[in-house]
């Protein structure tokens, strides 16, 4: 596929929004204060009060909020749809500081929600108004005078109120691009008018175009306000470009100027230390293989707008063309940190093991940044993040000199599983509330089976997989502390058990001799050293046998993940100094990596050691970093994918960047404004973030292929 370059107008877009969004100019989570969907939100809610259950008032609140959002509209935009992020006018902080009281008793988000992926098929085929006609026949079958159908009543009644406000902000958003062509003239005016025309149309009715398709799926997304992901879009979205191309309705520069319009939409759409995502390629519904036209154009996307978000994977399976994983690589060696790379086969496989049926197990994406989630059938919940090493430093400071390897083993095996009784009961009773009280918003449920079907929102158990998936971080500190204690306690006998705890109590303050020799004379997890992969795999193995034996509030299975997005660097300062030769504050190992540095012997050892724990068998997420000097050939990058798949691997995730760059990045930030570097699970532009977390991606080992 021939690849031209991004259009004046992408060029334009990218450079507004990425200096214009006070989200990607701060890159903090943007105040509430200068957000007015929680001001517009509450005030809804606060009009609300004869709403006879909390989850009708969430609902019109939901509504009220839609309703009354002001359209944005950038010069130049072939999509639209984004929140207004505008300075309150006085008259709003008034009105802030008034509905704000709401937060008191408006019932809170309990757990997580949101991480999950509609199935955009039916609002493409029926529009939001056939979905209407559906949610009324089925609200006229009801036989109200039957207690037993209130909670269907209830459901298909706050999916009405949604819908219903959803309707009247897509009919602002015409009204104002109609206004806006009123006052505009030659080409602008023009295009003004082609908006008007399509947001007329969609997404209240079915789509007929491609670009229509676009902005229906976008318009229903952003004004969720939570993190959701676009699922396989060369999938649903590839019978509207393929027809649009066959039919000479649009040429194939247009559709990929269009694509890159989509993806710059999550700049002002998505916060920072948040990511909204999307998979391509691997297999459709039957299992046949995805690559297409829109494949492409969605990789060459990357190329265009290089920016953080939206954070795509490429799903890789046995009919994968040469070609196609050539330009993925290539994209890789070129520093755009995109995509991630996963084995589909072998997730399948995993799912399928897991009680996933066929269809659910080919058509799985990324819900954020790495969590495996079935497509448009997902209940799931993301939660929480789980500190392991802390765990395990609470069990070696119960050691004594005179405790074995084994016991040590088993004090950690007894407090990891008093651990998860505790956060497994919190999380039913998370569940459990969420099912009275669910922060997600009904419609959202509309697009996910079996919800409408039983009358049942995602939260009340409508949707078919329920899983909830904790996230284990510090996973490989905890086997680097069990590889050391091994080696300088009880074989080389170098120091007790004693003498180690007071060293990791002091900082290595006064120990600086053995801190030395564990950071160089141990042999460390990562090199492909026997010992240490056992160690790495009996680590792994006691936490997913551990939540083999706990179901969920709704029935479902615990499937943990191991990566991390930003939290190795959260959980790591306030994490006191660990055996492994961490020190005080540092951070974790950043996601299913190695300790930081200390898997020096090259990239192939480093992923050959991850192997040996069988990272599939996760599919809360992995996040498998690898840092490689610039200049690496596209080629190598090619093969070195190809060779760990072969092998069962499941994810990788490429910084194509060299140590020195990266510090000078840090003396001269204004020079390095489009550094993007992968964090965990997602990717951010480098002199955006803190310096710890810069500190951690430099200490990361360097490599060459």
């Not at 697009?447 to 009340?460: F, M, R, V, Y």
């Not at 974790?588 to 050691?609: E, F, H, I, K």
Request: charged share 20%.
């Amino acid at each position: 596929m021939q690849h031209q370059a991004a259009t004046e107008r992408i060029r334009r877009l990218r450079e507004y929004y990425i200096n214009n969004s006070p989200i990607s100019v701060n890159r903090e989570m943007v105040s509430w204060k200068s957000h007015r969907s929680l001001l517009l939100y509450n005030e809804g809610w606060m009009k609300s009060s004869s709403a006879q259950t909390s989850k009708l008032r969430r609902s019109m609140a939901e509504a009220y909020l839609m309703e009354n959002t002001k359209p944005v509209i950038i010069p130049g935009e072939l999509l639209v749809g984004q929140p207004n992020l505008a300075p309150f006018t006085p008259e709003e902080e008034k009105l802030y500081d008034k509905y704000m009281l709401a937060n008191s008793f408006i019932p809170c988000r309990q757990g997580m929600a949101e991480h999950l992926a509609m199935d955009y098929r039916l609002l493409l085929e029926k529009g939001v108004n056939g979905i209407l006609d559906i949610i009324n026949e089925k609200l006229a079958g009801i036989d109200i005078s039957n207690g037993l159908t209130s909670e269907k009543y209830e459901y298909y009644l706050c999916c009405k109120i949604e819908l219903e406000g959803f309707a009247k902000l897509c009919e602002s958003y015409a009204q104002c691009a109609f206004s806006l062509a009123q006052n505009a003239q030659g080409s602008e005016r023009k295009e003004y008018l082609e908006l008007y025309e399509m947001l007329k149309r969609v997404p209240l009715n079915p789509a007929r175009t491609f670009r229509e398709a676009l902005q229906s799926v976008h318009m229903y997304t952003w004004c969720l306000y939570g993190i959701y992901s676009f699922g396989k879009p060369d999938t649903y979205l590839f019978p509207y470009y393929e027809h649009d191309i066959k039919n000479g309705i649009i040429t194939e520069n247009q559709a990929q100027e269009l694509i890159d319009c989509f993806y710059l939409l999550t700049i002002p759409n998505m916060s920072a230390w948040a990511t909204e995502s999307l998979m391509l390629g691997g297999r459709d519904y039957n299992g046949n293989l995805v690559e297409n036209g829109l494949t492409w154009h969605f990789l060459t996307a990357i190329e265009h707008t290089h920016t953080a978000d939206p954070n795509i994977g490429f799903c890789i399976v046995d009919e994968t063309s040469d070609d196609i994983l050539y330009y993925v690589s290539k994209l890789i060696a070129d520093g755009h940190c995109q995509p991630q790379v996963w084995n589909s086969d072998e997730i399948s496989r995993s799912m399928l093991a897991n009680g996933y049926d066929n269809s659910a197990a080919n058509m799985f994406t990324i819900s954020t940044c790495s969590e495996i989630t079935p497509i448009g059938r997902s209940g799931i919940s993301v939660s929480p993040y789980i500190n392991l090493l802390s765990i395990f430093l609470n069990s070696f400071k119960k050691c004594s000199s005179s405790t074995s390897f084994e016991e040590l083993q088993r004090l950690f095996e007894q407090d990891f599983q008093s651990y998860c009784d505790d956060i497994v009961l919190t999380e039913n009773l998370y569940q459990l509330e969420r099912s009275r009280n669910a922060t997600d918003p009904m419609r959202t449920s509309i697009l996910i089976h079996d919800c409408p079907e039983k009358g049942l929102s995602h939260e009340n158990g409508g949707a078919r997989y329920n899983h909830i998936q904790p996230i284990i971080l510090g996973m490989q500190n905890v086997t680097e502390c069990f590889n050391v204690i091994r080696k300088i306690v009880f074989n080389d006998r170098i120091a007790t058990i004693d003498e180690l705890k007071n060293a990791i109590e002091n900082n290595y303050c006064g120990y600086e001799d053995l801190l030395s020799y564990i950071r160089s004379r141990v042999v460390h997890f990562g090199t492909c050293e026997d010992e240490s992969n056992e160690l790495a795999k009996y680590t792994s193995d006691v936490v997913i046998n551990t939540f083999k034996k706990y179901t969920t509030f709704r029935g479902a299975k615990f499937i943990p993940g191991a990566f991390s997005y930003l939290q190795h660097e959260v959980f790591g300062k306030e994490t006191p100094a660990s055996p492994d030769g961490r020190m005080n504050g540092m951070p974790l190992n950043d996601g299913s990596c190695p300790v930081q540095g200390y898997d020096n012997l090259g990239p192939t050892l480093s992923v050959a050691s991850t192997l040996k724990w069988e990272p599939s068998r996760f599919l809360g997420g992995t996040s498998v970093n690898v840092k490689l000097n610039s200049g690496v050939a596209p080629e190598k990058i090619k093969a070195f994918i190809l060779a760990y798949i072969k092998n069962h691997g499941s994810q990788l995730q490429f910084n194509v960047v060299d140590t020195e760059t990266l510090l000078d990045a840090k003396r001269n930030p204004s020079s390095y404004g489009d550094l993007l570097v992968r964090i965990g699970g997602y990717s951010d532009y480098f002199v955006k973030l803190s310096e710890d977390l810069q500190d951690e991606i430099i200490s990361r080992s360097q490599n060459n292929l």
